[in-house]
């Protein structure tokens, strides 16, 4: 699977915007880029996903770049609950076939200063 | 919709015991599911890949002898952990795919994960 690059740590203010960048030099035409967190203690949540257009939903938005090797989410107002580890991760087919596995790396910690 | 469920949440065994951990789609039929361990303060491993019906496929480095997977209906599929020691204490967490979601097919809901402790 491709590589992602995120930086350790950020940290935000509540109620301000947080940009959360990836680089992923390597990608490959067929990866989807995908965003997870992860909560203290819990099980990772899907936040969002995209390929080439950016995207929005009601927890964030996904901007891509036009060379598709960076990435970066957007968190519009962030709240003491958006703290938590947020993973980048190129999904693409493993040796199987259709299986979509999701390779996790180290992800941001983000912190939400009130 | 598309909530998975573990359990236990949180088990504490002795040394040489065998644990296990179930996993389940409540609201959808999961053919693939996925289990993960992670370490504290480090990322998820990817363990194995579950298939209903069909033996698990699991990533290098990891025994299938003793973490045994099982899926046999598409709302379940079970971790064991065979003669735990402490060194498989760990934060086990699975996940599944919900393959006719329209609008997610493809992604992964996770489970609430499990807190192996091995004394």
């Known amino acids: 699977d491709a590589k992602t690059t995120q930086p350790n740590s950020m940290e935000s203010n509540e109620e301000e915007p947080v940009h959360l960048p990836c680089n992923h030099s390597?990608?490959?035409?067929?990866?989807?880029i995908h965003w997870y967190r992860q909560l203290p203690s819990q099980g990772p949540e899907y936040v969002i996903h995209g390929l080439t257009s950016n995207v929005n939903n009601r927890m964030a938005s996904l901007a891509i770049a036009e060379d598709r090797k960076s990435s970066t989410l957007i968190l519009h107002r962030a709240t003491l609950r958006d703290a938590a580890v947020y993973y980048c991760i190129l999904r693409g087919l493993n040796s199987g076939g259709s299986n979509y596995k999701l390779t996790f790396g180290k992800g941001t910690l983000l912190t939400v200063n009130p | 919709g598309a909530v998975v469920s573990q359990h236990p949440s949180r088990v504490i065994c002795k040394s040489g015991t065998s644990v296990k951990i179930e996993c389940r789609s409540l609201d959808f039929q999961a053919t693939t599911m996925f289990w993960y361990r992670q370490f504290p303060k480090k990322s998820l491993m990817l363990m194995a890949t579950?298939?209903?019906?069909?033996?698990?496929?699991?990533e290098q480095g990891v025994e299938k002898d003793k973490f045994l997977i099982n899926h046999a209906s598409l709302t379940l599929s079970t971790l064991t952990v065979t003669s735990a020691h402490p060194e498989d204490s760990s934060f086990y967490i699975c996940?599944?795919?919900?393959?006719?979601?329209?609008?997610?097919?493809?992604?992964?809901?996770f489970g609430p994960g499990t807190r192996l402790t091995v004394l």
């Open positions: 996940s599944a795919r919900d393959p006719l979601r329209g609008d997610k097919p493809n992604e992964q809901f």
């Open positions: 579950s298939n209903e019906g069909s033996k698990a496929t699991y």
């Open positions: 390597t990608i490959s035409g067929t990866d989807y």
